[in-house]
């Protein structure tokens, strides 16, 4: 891999390297702590919640004007109805004005000695360091946690950890840094301590310490566009002429992938989470993403259950037209979609054929119609008049078949999912995780304090979910 200058927009990861290894990473969209899981995985062999691990490098904010504004608004602070006007439009100035120049900051060098902020991209909050909070677990370390809009906290100094960088180089990619929360005095640091709730989860604290950080690209601030496909994007394949998304659920106690009968007849009025995909571009850094070009290879995560496109021998006997056409003679072996729980296997990497005349180098536009080609196979997705719940009255799930045969007209549009719909699918599935456990410990009586505080947390922002939907609905 060639050596490149860490840049402002940038997306990357943080590897712990010392007493305890591994990518810094959340709890989900509930809780706010950030943890590292050593067991999940390292650099040459990703953690299978990647998104968990992705930050992307943010210029300076200020917050002076926020900071006077959150404190004259204090319930217990008596401040002016004008003054506070005035306080919160500074404030609101000072937002957008931030947003502008970190827009404006993009694409320029990281150089040892600056300062930086870290947004994480699941949850869009900050990595912030509260030197006025203890660490939960090791009290002598200061509490490093999410924030929703960053305050001065969220300010790290980039600093070289070995002797051959000094203050003013470039920070290339691969580096390994020292992160110094500019008002702590301490660096970040992956501690041993172990969290009581959350077995396998190492806490992250700011503290002297000699942790090391190694700096992975996972996206370059070039390839970080709306109008492209890239890895870790979010989408729904639907069918063109089936009028049909590609969906994943389970069907008699087995998860199977088919295309869903709907009433929805346009591939922008889907609303099922069960028909979402993560897309990963393969490439020779596990850690890498960036953006999808025609030639490169594919992987496809379910993005409820985290399980991967794949293909199978079908060995059903039942007859299909389409499928006799397409077979290609009458002993070669015919496929189905499936999926598999590891994204490692060659049988989940795919091709995206174009429906028009590109280069093969040219980047995919985000609302292509692609077909697909199952690389190890070497054979094409196509629909077929097989309905898996074929005992039912009203069959809805018919199954996606593969032959050698490619058909025009087995096509699929990518439809881009908004970003703010899978922070929501995030947090109810995170939501219900939590709420779930904490069911479980009531009636172990093993509630801990820190666990009815995530637990309140979730029940409070479940309350917000619900009457925002219900608005929508209504």
């Given at each position: 891999?060639?050596?490149?200058?860490?840049?402002?927009?940038?997306?990357?990861?943080?590897y712990?390297?010392?007493?305890?290894?591994?990518?810094?990473?959340?709890?989900?969209?509930?809780?706010?702590?950030?943890?590292?899981?050593?067991d999940?995985?390292d650099?040459?062999?990703?953690p299978?919640?990647?998104?968990?691990?992705?930050?992307?490098?943010?210029?300076m904010?200020?917050?002076?004007a926020?900071?006077?504004?959150?404190?004259?608004?204090?319930p217990?602070t008596?401040?002016?109805?004008?003054l506070l006007?005035?306080?919160?439009h500074?404030?609101d100035?000072?937002?957008?004005?931030n947003?502008?120049?970190?827009?404006?900051?993009?694409?320029?060098?990281?150089?040892?000695?600056?300062?930086?902020?870290?947004?994480?991209l699941?949850?869009?909050?900050?990595?912030?360091?509260?030197?006025?909070?203890?660490?939960?677990?090791?009290?002598?370390?200061?509490?490093?946690n999410?924030?929703?809009?960053?305050?001065?906290?969220?300010?790290?100094f980039?600093?070289?950890?070995?002797?051959?960088?000094?203050?003013g180089?470039?920070v290339?990619?691969?580096d390994?840094?020292?992160?110094?929360?500019?008002?702590?005095?301490?660096?970040?640091h992956?501690?041993?301590?172990?969290?009581?709730?959350?077995?396998?989860?190492m806490?992250v604290?700011?503290?002297?310490?000699?942790?090391?950080?190694?700096?992975?690209?996972?996206?370059?601030?070039?390839?970080?566009?709306?109008?492209i496909?890239?890895?870790?994007?979010?989408v729904?394949?639907?069918h063109?002429?089936?009028?049909?998304?590609?969906t994943?659920?389970?069907?008699?106690?087995?998860?199977?992938?088919f295309?869903?009968?709907?009433?929805?007849?346009?591939?922008?009025a889907?609303?099922?989470?069960?028909?979402?995909?993560?897309?990963?571009?393969?490439?020779t850094?596990?850690?890498?993403?960036?953006?999808?070009?025609?030639?490169s290879?594919?992987?496809?995560?379910?993005l409820a259950?985290?399980?991967?496109?794949?293909?199978?021998i079908?060995?059903?006997?039942?007859?299909?037209?389409?499928r006799?056409?397409?077979?290609?003679?009458k002993?070669?072996?015919?496929f189905?979609?499936n999926?598999?729980?590891?994204?490692?296997?060659?049988?989940?990497?795919?091709?995206?054929?174009?429906?028009t005349?590109?280069?093969?180098?040219?980047?995919?536009?985000?609302?292509?119609y692609?077909?697909?080609?199952?690389?190890?196979?070497?054979?094409?997705?196509?629909?077929?008049d097989?309905?898996?719940?074929r005992?039912?009255?009203?069959?809805?799930?018919?199954?996606?078949?593969?032959?050698?045969?490619?058909?025009d007209?087995?096509?699929?549009?990518?439809?881009?999912?908004?970003?703010?719909?899978?922070?929501?699918l995030d947090?109810?599935?995170?939501?219900?995780?939590?709420?779930?456990?904490?069911?479980?410990?009531?009636?172990?009586?093993?509630?801990?304090?820190?666990?009815?505080?995530?637990?309140?947390e979730?029940?409070?922002?479940?309350q917000?979910?619900h009457?925002?939907?219900?608005?929508l609905?209504?």
């Open positions: 891999m060639s050596a490149s200058i860490l840049n402002i927009g940038d997306v990357i990861s943080l712990a390297e010392g007493q305890v290894s591994g990518f810094i990473s959340t709890l989900g969209l509930v809780d706010d702590r950030t943890v590292i899981r050593p999940d995985g650099y040459q062999n990703p299978r919640k990647f998104r968990d691990c992705l930050f992307k490098i943010c210029a904010h200020r917050y002076t926020q900071k006077q504004f959150k404190k004259a608004a204090k217990t008596i401040t002016d109805a004008v006007k005035k306080l919160q500074a404030a100035l000072e937002k957008r004005q947003e502008e120049e970190a827009e404006n900051m993009v694409g320029q060098e990281v150089t040892y000695g600056s300062i930086i902020q870290l947004l994480h699941k949850s869009n909050k900050f990595l912030t360091v509260n030197k006025r909070l203890p660490a939960l677990l090791e009290k002598n370390a200061m509490r490093v999410l924030d929703q809009s960053g305050n001065e906290g969220s300010w790290f980039v600093l070289p950890y070995y002797k051959l960088r000094s203050n180089d470039n290339i990619v691969g390994k840094v020292t992160l110094m929360p500019v008002n702590a005095g301490h660096p970040l992956a501690s041993g301590m172990e969290l009581t709730d959350n077995l396998g989860c806490e604290n700011c503290v002297s310490c000699d942790t090391s950080w190694k700096i992975s690209l996972f996206m370059d601030f070039s390839e970080n566009r709306d109008d496909l890239k890895g870790g994007d979010v729904r394949l639907f063109a002429e089936q009028e049909k998304f590609l994943c659920d389970d069907y008699k106690g087995k998860s199977v992938v295309l869903r009968s709907t009433g929805r007849t346009t591939k922008t889907a609303t099922s989470s069960k028909a979402l995909w993560e897309v990963e571009v393969v490439a850094d596990p850690c890498r993403g960036g953006a999808g070009r025609w030639n290879l594919y992987r496809f995560k379910h259950t985290g399980q991967y496109l794949a293909c199978e079908d060995t059903d006997p039942i007859v299909d037209s389409n006799l056409k397409l077979q290609g003679g002993d070669v072996p015919v189905q979609l999926s598999v729980p590891y994204g490692h296997d060659i049988f989940s990497i795919f091709e995206l054929d174009p429906t005349i590109i280069k093969g180098d040219e980047l995919v536009p985000r609302s292509s692609v077909r697909l080609r199952h690389l190890r196979t070497n054979t094409w997705c196509h629909a077929t097989i309905p898996l719940d005992i039912s009255d009203n069959p809805m799930m018919h199954k996606v078949g593969l032959a050698r045969v490619r058909e007209k087995e096509a699929f549009a990518i439809v881009s999912v908004p970003t703010a719909e899978v922070r929501d947090f109810a599935n995170d939501a219900c995780l939590v709420l779930k456990e904490a069911v479980t410990q009531v009636k172990n009586g093993a509630l801990t304090a820190n666990g009815r505080k995530t637990d309140h979730s029940m409070r922002h479940s917000y979910f009457k925002a939907l219900t608005v609905l209504s």
